[in-house]
Nanobody, 127 residues
């Protein structure tokens, strides 16, 4: 059984930084595309950042491009999201997802492409 566990969320002031981590157990993510999504009450879960199986390609939503960086450590079976210059509109529950279709070159950016999800971690940006 594949489990994803996010950590690193919290309260931060505007302009601050946070680093989210996603630890995966049950299967190696070595061949999986991975991504981060976020959701606020009453809205659909939206794509934030994704990375393909070998880390050779990444994709970001326009709202976070230049501020967030996704990375992966296949040896540790983890994926991270470094978030800088945070804004109040970044406030959301952040979810880690795994696309288990192995060796896909393209970065999975659609929610329906993901097979596994974590339980989410709250990020609140407020002064």
């Amino acid at each position: 059984q594949v489990q994803l566990v996010e950590s690193g969320g919290g309260l931060v002031q505007p302009g601050g930084s946070l680093r989210l981590s996603c630890a995966v157990s049950g299967r190696t993510i070595r061949w999986f595309g991975m991504g981060w999504f976020r959701q606020t009450p009453g809205k659909e879960r939206e794509f934030v950042a994704g990375i393909n199986w070998n880390g050779g390609d990444t994709s970001y939503s326009n709202s976070v491009k230049g501020r967030f960086t996704i990375s992966r450590d296949n040896a540790e079976n983890t994926v991270s999201l470094q978030m800088n210059s945070l804004k109040p509109e970044d406030t959301a529950v952040y979810y880690c997802g795994a696309d288990s279709k192995a060796f896909r070159v393209a970065v999975p950016t659609s929610r329906v492409e993901y097979d596994y999800w974590g339980q989410g971690t709250q990020v609140t940006v407020s002064s």
